[in-house]
């Protein structure tokens, strides 16, 4: 194999790899290919604003969070990891309401956008 088709083919499936959050008490990391691409700590974050986005036939609930710096990062329940994203965002923003993906999620095809933290500008 030529180093082009083999860089084709390490490029493809970088590509196609999915990207996993992984959440804890400190805050997270963005997975791809066992390699961080993305993390910050929860106590970096500024903003954290959640929504859903209208895709046709179906909606997809995201999480954005800004930090101070300004970088942005998102995160949506089709990722892996998600389900322990909103366990540890509750435990690291014990003021968020712990009804926000209910929220969110009804009704369906609405953008529903809230902020969530920080909590005065709700």
Excluded at 46 to 70: A, H, M, P, Q, R
Excluded at 77 to 92: K, M, N, Y
Aim: some cysteine.
């Amino acid at each position: 194999m030529n180093i082009f088709k083999k860089i084709k083919n390490f490029l493809n499936k970088r590509k196609n790899a999915p990207c996993i959050i992984a959440a804890d008490e400190v805050g997270i990391r963005f997975l791809q290919d066992n390699s961080t691409i993305g993390k910050f700590q929860w106590d970096e974050c500024s903003k954290i604003v959640t929504y859903k986005d209208d895709l046709l036939t179906t909606d997809l609930i995201c999480l954005e969070f800004e930090l101070s710096n300004g970088t942005v990062y998102l995160a949506h329940e089709e990722q892996p990891g998600f389900e322990d994203l909103i366990s540890a965002l509750s435990t690291a923003f014990p003021g968020i309401d712990g009804n926000w993906y209910v929220e969110v999620m009804t009704p369906a095809f609405e953008r529903n956008y809230r902020v969530l933290h920080p909590e005065h500008n709700k």
